[in-house]
């Protein structure tokens, strides 16, 4: 992945910085990005036949990646390049340096962000917008942006840096990872094992209340709370810990924070 902006953290348990920008942004000095006056955009659009069962793969640089289910049989790309500068003629330079790089098959789709040279003089950013068939098998990654998905029901993969990881009606096996931002996960079903971590940031989990499970969670500062979840076997229940089986036990559900809470509730 590439090299990110490093976060500074004061106290024991409280992160008191985080640096959710680019790190090559480089403007004689200027850091507030809202000073810079010029700005140009593009749009990149795609689409691809893709077999049941196939996968999708995003690889980010700075920006988000949103992904919809639908019952269609090819996968839909939108990509938004933006690039911002001092002036509007030097945004649209930048936006020059910008690239999509596609390795496309019925089995597989890759797209990767690529830069031409280092981003000097400004930001860039490309925002995904993607509608990709239930059954596609999705590894989503990014380092400056949130991730969003819904509906997919084959397994997923989704990692940040600097950002959040919302999901809902989610379906199929999931690692969900990221560094500063919090996990927000709604399930419609757990029929495979489960994986989400964050070191600064909160885990919000919702499971249906018939859902076979076993569940691990482990907080360094924060809290755990478990609710809604009638048949929820306890095991193991401290401030920091908890361990307990659903409906008798099934996949692993397994839940990590460093600096945040971890609440799992029943819908």
Same mark, same amino acid.
């Given at each position: 992945?590439?090299?990110?902006?490093?976060?500074?953290?004061?106290? &024991? /348990?409280? &992160?008191?910085?985080?640096? =959710?920008? #680019?790190?090559?942004?480089?403007?004689?000095?200027?850091?507030? +990005?809202?000073?810079?006056?010029?700005?140009?955009?593009?749009?990149?659009?795609?689409?691809?036949?893709?077999?049941?069962?196939?996968?999708?793969?995003?690889?980010?640089?700075?920006?988000?990646?949103?992904?919809?289910?639908?019952?269609?049989?090819?996968?839909?790309?939108? #990509?938004?390049?933006?690039?911002?500068? =001092?002036?509007?003629? #030097?945004?649209?330079? =930048?936006?020059?340096?910008?690239?999509?790089?596609?390795? #496309?098959?019925?089995?597989?789709?890759?797209?990767?962000?690529?830069?031409?040279?280092?981003?000097?003089?400004?930001?860039?950013?490309?925002?995904?917008?993607?509608?990709?068939?239930?059954?596609?098998? +999705?590894?989503?990654?990014?380092?400056?942006?949130?991730?969003?998905?819904?509906?997919?029901?084959?397994?997923?993969?989704?990692?940040?840096?600097?950002?959040?990881?919302? /999901?809902?009606?989610?379906?199929?096996?999931?690692?969900?990872?990221?560094?500063?931002?919090? &996990?927000?996960?709604?399930?419609?079903?757990?029929?495979?094992?489960?994986?989400?971590?964050?070191?600064?940031?909160?885990?919000?989990?919702?499971?249906?209340?018939?859902?076979?499970?076993?569940?691990?969670?482990?907080?360094?500062?924060?809290?755990?709370?478990?609710?809604?979840?009638?048949? /929820?076997?306890?095991?193991?229940?401290?401030?920091?810990? =908890?361990?307990?089986?659903?409906?008798?036990?099934?996949?692993?559900?397994?839940?990590?924070?460093?600096?945040?809470?971890?609440?799992?509730?029943?819908?």
């Amino acid at each position: 992945m590439p090299e990110v902006c490093r976060v500074a953290s004061a106290g &024991l /348990a409280v &992160l008191t910085a985080v640096a =959710l920008t #680019a790190c090559d942004v480089v403007v004689g000095g200027i850091q507030n +990005l809202d000073k810079l006056g010029g700005r140009a955009t593009d749009t990149w659009t795609r689409t691809y036949p893709v077999e049941a069962g196939g996968r999708l793969a995003v690889v980010n640089t700075n920006g988000r990646i949103d992904v919809e289910a639908y019952d269609g049989s090819t996968i839909e790309v939108k #990509a938004e390049k933006v690039a911002r500068a =001092l002036s509007d003629d #030097a945004a649209k330079d =930048l936006l020059q340096m910008l690239e999509i790089s596609e390795q #496309a098959s019925a089995r597989e789709v890759r797209l990767q962000t690529r830069h031409r040279r280092r981003i000097t003089g400004g930001s860039v950013e490309v925002r995904y917008h993607v509608r990709a068939p239930k059954t596609v098998k +999705l590894d989503v990654e990014t380092t400056n942006g949130a991730i969003q998905l819904v509906g997919m029901r084959a397994e997923v993969q989704a990692e940040t840096v600097n950002g959040g990881v919302t /999901a809902r009606d989610l379906g199929g096996a999931l690692k969900a990872s990221t560094v500063n931002g919090p &996990l927000q996960i709604a399930l419609a079903d757990v029929p495979a094992d489960i994986s989400l971590e964050t070191t600064n940031g909160g885990i919000r989990l919702t499971l249906p209340e018939n859902a076979k499970a076993d569940i691990s969670a482990n907080v360094t500062n924060g809290g755990i709370s478990l609710s809604g979840l009638d048949q /929820a076997d306890v095991r193991e229940k401290t401030r920091r810990r =908890l361990e307990a089986r659903l409906n008798g036990g099934g996949p692993r559900i397994t839940l990590e924070t460093t600096n945040g809470g971890i609440r799992i509730s029943g819908r």
